[in-house]
């Protein structure tokens, strides 16, 4: 069936250094891809998300990139504040599912020391 | 964040018991989706509705059940709670696609829910 496999599981960083997530599926259909950013009690929040039409998305100090060809699809976090801190996931979406159900990643927790 | 609620914040129920977790949005988006999150398994899909009456499974869909009745509201039933049940729940919502919506999803606060 469908998956979605992101890695690293745990990512540790220094304030201030670039970090970076990554993301694989598997349903070649798929065409919209969000982040979502989850501090700990707290719900996930869509952060940034791209579709397959652009290979490329920024705001501010985060960016995502996406590889068709390769089912492949990063997130990438610049000059890292402690207040990066949080468990991010991916997911993907296949618009032939109804309801555009979103398929997740098992997530990454970031840690940005001060 | 976007107008939604969940109900109970937090349960601890007997196993065996029925339980209800109510999801109420006040943004008359077409879908809403029911998940539970455990350590190590993400965001798994319950059920999910596009529409009133309208409701689909998801991937973790046996042993829940869903209505919905109106548009703001999204129930999702234990009929038995389980140990296994024992997770926190997040109900989400979103516009669709139609009338230059989106699939974007934004999630209500959760439930936490303890079967003893």
């Known amino acids: 069936g469908e998956n979605v496999e992101q890695h690293p599981s745990t990512l540790s960083v220094q304030e201030g250094d670039s970090a970076v997530i990554k993301c694989t599926y598997s349903?070649?259909?798929?065409?919209?891809f969000p982040w979502y950013k989850q501090e700990l009690g707290k719900r996930p929040q869509l952060i940034i998300d791209?579709?397959?039409?652009?290979g490329e998305k920024k705001d501010q100090r985060i960016a995502v990139t996406l590889n068709k060809t390769a089912k492949h699809f990063s997130l990438h976090i610049t000059e890292t504040q402690p207040e990066d801190s949080a468990v991010y996931f991916c997911?993907?979406?296949?618009?032939?599912?109804?309801?555009?159900?979103?398929?997740f990643g098992q997530g990454t927790e970031l840690s940005v020391k001060p | 964040d976007a107008g939604i609620t969940q109900s109970p914040r937090h349960k601890v129920t007997e196993t065996g018991t029925p339980v209800t977790l109510r999801c109420h949005q006040t943004?008359?988006?077409?879908?809403m989706y029911w998940y539970r999150q455990d350590p190590g398994h993400g965001l798994r899909l319950i059920h999910y509705?596009?529409?009133?009456?309208?409701?689909d499974k998801g991937e973790v869909s046996d042993g829940y059940s869903v209505s919905r009745s109106k548009t703001e509201d999204f129930l999702l039933t234990l009929e038995s709670a389980t140990s296994s049940q024992t997770s926190v729940y997040f109900c989400?919502?979103?516009?669709?696609?139609?009338?230059?919506?989106?699939?974007?999803?934004?999630f209500g606060p959760g439930t936490r829910l303890t079967v003893t």
């Open positions: 989400a919502i979103s516009p669709g696609l139609a009338g230059g919506g989106s699939y974007e999803q934004y």
């Open positions: 943004e008359n988006h077409r879908y």
């Open positions: 349903d070649s259909a798929s065409n919209y």
């Open positions: 997911a993907a979406s296949n618009p032939y599912n109804q309801g555009g159900k979103l398929i």
């Open positions: 509705s596009y529409g009133v009456k309208d409701t």
């Open positions: 791209i579709r397959s039409n652009v």
